[in-house]
């Protein structure tokens, strides 16, 4: 009894002059020393340190690298289509047609039995895109509105469009190369429009 109340004591002074932390830390370091065999069997996986670095590794990569690139597309061409169109005046007078509708000579010939001559009054060539339209002046003071409306797939491609005109309008679907005629009634003379698509 009296050999170990000495080694408490000085136990004891040791201990009074450390903080609580360190007075912990020291007490795991005995109860460490206690067991060396269950210190020495605890060891990291192996793998672990190895699996750290590329999570790491890609947290450190810049922002442009890390995102998914995104798809490019080209750009698509709007729908577009040409025309020609003319403005003839079909009358009683002598009988003629103008040189420049030389290649309309079969077209007019339905007209032929009321009216005998055939005159170019304008001609104009241009090209529209989707939903859009031009607007062609007709003798009188009237107006002949064209509107491209789109471009109908099949076998053969065909321009759909829409004609304004005096007395109403008419939608159509063309194949390109073809040739549309319009009559309008203007007093003794017959307008006739001619809307060929390119």
Not at 9 to 33: E, I
Not at 43 to 52: D, L, S, W
Not at 176 to 197: C, F, M, P, W, Y
Request: proline share 6%; net charge positive; glycine share 8%.
């Amino acid at each position: 009894m009296s050999t170990r109340q000495p080694m408490v004591s000085r136990w004891r002074s040791r201990l009074s002059g450390l903080s609580a932390g360190a007075v912990l830390l020291t007490l795991a370091g005995v109860a460490a020393a206690a067991e060396p065999s269950a210190r020495s069997n605890v060891e990291a996986p192996r793998g672990a340190a190895v699996a750290a670095v590329p999570a790491a590794a890609g947290r450190l990569l810049p922002r442009e690298a890390r995102e998914t690139p995104r798809p490019v597309f080209d750009a698509v061409a709007p729908e577009q289509a040409s025309f020609v169109v003319r403005v003839i005046e079909a009358s009683r007078a002598d009988a003629s047609v103008d040189p420049r509708l030389e290649d309309m000579r079969r077209e007019l010939k339905p007209f032929d039995g009321r009216f005998s001559r055939f005159a170019l009054i304008s001609e104009a060539s241009f090209a529209l895109a989707a939903q859009s339209s031009r607007e062609i002046a007709l003798p009188g003071g009237a107006q002949f509105i064209l509107q491209f409306l789109g471009l109908q797939s099949g076998k053969v491609q065909r321009v759909r469009y829409q004609a304004t005109m005096p007395g109403g309008k008419t939608t159509r679907s063309v194949a390109s190369g073809a040739r549309t005629l319009d009559a309008i009634q203007n007093g003794e003379k017959l307008t006739i429009v001619s809307t060929l698509v390119r």
